[in-house]
């Protein structure tokens, strides 16, 4: 009945892993009786050890006669055994990774919630995904009548899409339908509410703090040496366009501030000229002409904001 494949999830590696078994202890190896019947069943404890990583985890593996596999026609094709790994672990969806920019109250009901997800305690699950959204809507001082009513609101004041706001309705009725009902949510129900979750937290809370901490490195790395090249220009003028807003106007020397003195005024000459052309080319999409004066370019109209990737690569 022993099924001894040595493969187990490492939690490290987020996959099917061949292990090192450092320790086996087997329990009940014999036979039990349930009234007249003998049940021959086999339970071992395991210490294991990643061979990709080193990640140590503790495995329970249960096994009995009972436990078939049957084929479509009906037919018993081998035992399987189930096995449990401990410290609990998401074999399928993910978990959002920078947590610690998520407000506290509501990261301690994420990771609570993760935990139940991991335990397979699905009612649970859903209960405290269903608080998460209500912790958002407190956070974000949306104060309608019930949970409903939030997270249109949540939808009207912009702070998430209407689609977003269509999903967590899902997300609600789930949980709804878990504590009143006591119905028990599928795990891949469970998944795809996992995603909609880390979609609306990592959109209010992570995306920006990351994009803001990226360009915090950049501005110390990269954007305090002489600027020499086209590319850095070019890289600089992007990098300040985010302190704008679309619509905005305004002048080179505005735009670059304190920054200009970073570039010989000869190579300030030639990078503008080259912006100019880039914008006249249509290669140059953040941009426009706003004002000439004697056919010289005075001022420049936003027209769009870059993203971190555009800026970084
Ligand atoms: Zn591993």
């Not at 494949?5 to 450092?22: F, S």
């Not at 018993?76 to 672990?89: A, M």
């Not at 649970?124 to 309608?144: D, K, Q, Y």
């Not at 992570?206 to 990269?222: R, Y």
């Amino acid at each position: 009945m022993k099924i001894d494949k040595n493969k187990y999830y490492c939690r490290n590696c987020q996959g099917l892993r061949k292990h090192e078994v450092l320790f086996t202890k087997s329990i009940g190896k014999n036979y039990t009786y349930e009234g007249d019947e003998e049940i021959s069943w086999n339970e071992e404890y395991k210490i294991i050890e990643c061979l990709g990583c080193e990640t140590m985890a503790f495995c329970k593996e249960y096994g009995d006669e009972t436990m078939v596999n049957y084929d479509n026609y009906g037919e018993e094709i081998g035992f399987y055994i189930s096995v449990e790994i401990y410290p609990t672990l998401l074999e399928e969806g993910s978990e959002i990774k920078d947590i610690h920019y998520i407000p506290n109250e509501i990261q301690t009901i994420y990771q609570e919630t993760l935990l139940a997800l991991k335990a397979k305690a699905f009612i649970l699950t859903a209960v405290g995904f269903r608080s998460i959204i209500e912790a958002v809507c407190n956070r974000e001082r949306i104060l309608g009548k019930g949970l409903f009513e939030n997270i249109n609101l949540l939808g009207n004041s912009g702070i998430i899409t209407m689609k977003e706001a269509d999903r967590l309705h899902a997300v609600t009725f789930l949980g709804n339908d878990a504590i009143h009902d006591i119905t028990k949510p599928t795990f891949q129900q469970l998944l795809a509410v996992l995603e909609i979750t880390n979609h609306l937290l990592s959109s209010l809370y992570i995306n920006d703090n990351v994009l803001n901490e990226k360009l915090s490195a950049l501005t110390k790395d990269k954007l305090s040496a002489i600027i020499k090249t086209e590319d850095d220009f070019i890289r600089l003028i992007l990098f300040k366009i985010r302190n704008y807003s679309i619509n905005d106007i305004i002048t080179i020397e505005k735009l670059l501030g304190k920054d200009i003195r970073r570039i010989s005024k000869t190579d300030v000459r030639n990078f503008i000229m080259a912006l100019h052309k880039k914008i006249k080319d249509n290669n140059f999409e953040f941009l426009n002409f706003d004002e000439l004066l004697d056919k010289q370019i005075k001022s420049y109209k936003i027209v769009k904001i870059p993203y971190s990737n555009i800026i970084t690569n």
